[in-house]
């Protein structure tokens, strides 16, 4: 299979998950609110975030594995291949132990830390403790999933979304229908992980995936050092994608309650949408650009690196300037009035999915080419400024505070030096990669904003009719421009869509 087919065939699956994920998406949250009370949702939303912090103690470790079996599969050099493997099985159960017991103490003070009422405290203990338990087991097992990516099998998994969480909304909707409260959001969960982590030992098992037995042996000091030696800048990067998009969650339930974390939980659910949607188009693409690493192909590197760009630039600036346009509206009608989420913290939280497309392609790059001191610098800036930003935007602007942080944050931290470090790569000028890329999204970000926001008003918010009208109009006018520009040139993201 060739690198493109292997790409085409993680992309289309990879959007089927997205696809999945958008329909347990839009019913989730009704399906919750039906029959729980929006503090119930705000506080599941709130252990999982919590959870996601723990996940931290994974140090970079699982990019580290993935990157690494990569090169010995290209290699193929089996013995390396279950060195690497081995040292993964150890690292990450030890890692899984560490999560188990440093949630059950975390849930001791978590409580009192993040406000929760006393009548909840209880509830609250058993939905962190079970999570715990389900996620460090997976945790443990996530090596099997790395494995698969490694041999270009992308797709595979990608199968397994639409099967976990399209079965996890089911037993959700029949539990809650049953009166099973807040536990049936546990047994959702548990079907969930049934499938994503249990479904990649199968996949594995069942293709021949597994080092031969003979070179497997026990692990060895050096083999867990060269994990962790790797892994030590992605986890600087990985910290700090954590800390910037949870701390607004963690400080709305700390300062304002759990009904504002679940306004916030909410109001953000579209656009983590939107990102992971971008984040398959990388994923699809980065077996093949690791393979391109491995076998000295720069210049395929630079080409493919540039088309990727346009795709995710591009479709990210539609989808998040159509999110700003009309997430108010939507929260409002998928909430039953319930949660409101203001205009602009939905076209900040946009202008942050536009921006965090474009890291993720830097990252890709610098993940590939084993170069990751300046991204991790970067995000150690973002590690520092981002929960000080955060407390500042809530203090001074509430809710849209929070989501004009997380745009500098990331803007002053990761995109900024990883955007220079991408121009070196691709040995293109700024001025060229402006034309070819950068103005035709910043283009469809504003035709599809304004555009929005002039169809939302017209029919539920006429008062703002006449100002809506002029900045539509003007920005029309020059996203057009940009647009013409764009195709004049024939973008090298148009050629990869058309051999597709």
Not at 59 to 70: I, K, Q
Not at 175 to 200: D, H, K, Q, T
Not at 319 to 330: E, I, K, P, S
Not at 390 to 409: C, E, I, N, P, T
Request: aromatic share 14%; glycine share 10%; hydrophobic share 55%.
């Amino acid at each position: 299979m060739t690198r493109l087919n292997s790409f085409r065939r993680a992309l289309v699956t990879g959007l089927m998950g997205t696809g999945a994920s958008v329909v347990y998406g839009i019913f989730f949250v009704p399906t919750c609110l039906a029959f729980l009370e929006v503090a119930q949702y705000g506080m599941w939303a709130l252990v999982l975030q919590l959870y996601r912090y723990l996940e931290i103690l994974d140090f970079g470790a699982s990019g580290a594995v993935f990157r690494l079996m990569s090169d010995s599969c290209q290699s193929q050099n089996k013995e390396r291949l279950a060195r690497i493997w081995t040292a993964s099985l150890a690292a990450q159960g030890v890692q899984g132990l560490l999560i188990l017991l440093l949630g059950m103490g975390v849930v001791s003070f978590s409580s009192s830390l993040l406000a929760i009422p006393d009548e909840r405290v209880a509830e609250f203990r058993f939905l962190f403790l079970s999570v715990i338990l389900f996620g460090a087991s997976r945790f443990c097992l996530r090596p099997f999933a790395m494995l698969v990516r490694a041999y270009q099998s992308h797709a595979l998994l990608n199968l397994l979304t639409p099967i976990g969480l399209l079965g996890s909304l089911a037993i959700l909707f029949f539990s809650l229908r049953a009166g099973w409260g807040s536990s049936s959001l546990l047994l959702g969960f548990a079907w969930e992980w049934l499938i994503s982590a249990l479904g990649p030992c199968l996949i594995c098992l069942l293709n021949g995936f597994l080092p031969p037995l003979r070179f497997w042996r026990f692990p060895r000091l050096a083999d867990v050092r060269e994990l962790f030696s790797f892994g030590s800048k992605l986890f600087l990067v990985q910290v700090s994608i954590l800390v910037t998009q949870s701390t607004p969650l963690l400080l709305a339930s700390r300062l304002g309650g759990l009904e504002i974390a679940a306004a916030w939980a909410a109001g953000s659910r579209v656009a983590n949408l939107i990102k992971d949607c971008l984040t398959q188009i990388d994923s699809a693409a980065a077996p093949g650009i690791f393979a391109m690493a491995s076998r000295g192909e720069t210049r395929q590197m630079q080409v493919r690196l540039i088309e990727l760009a346009g795709i995710s630039l591009g479709i990210g600036s539609l989808l998040a300037g159509l999110y700003g346009a009309f997430n108010y509206d939507f929260i409002q009608l998928w909430t039953n009035h319930k949660i409101s989420f203001p205009t602009i913290a939905s076209v900040g939280l946009g202008i942050y999915v536009v921006l965090n497309a474009g890291f993720h392609l830097v990252a890709l790059l610098a993940q590939a080419r084993l170069q990751l001191s300046e991204m991790a610098l970067g995000s150690l800036r973002e590690l520092i400024f981002g929960p000080i930003l955060s407390f500042l935007g809530w203090h001074f602007g509430g809710v849209v505070g929070l989501a004009l942080a997380q745009v500098f944050s990331i803007l002053i931290g990761s995109f900024l030096p990883g955007f220079r470090l991408f121009l070196q790569f691709i040995s293109l000028g700024f001025g060229s990669f402006l034309f070819q890329v950068l103005a035709p999204a910043i283009g469809v970000f504003f035709v599809s904003l304004t555009s929005g926001l002039f169809f939302a008003h017209i029919f539920s918010r006429p008062e703002w009719f006449s100002l809506v009208t002029s900045v539509t109009l003007g920005s029309m006018v020059a996203g057009l421009i940009c647009l013409g520009l764009f195709w004049s040139i024939f973008s090298p993201a148009w050629r990869m869509i058309r051999r597709m």
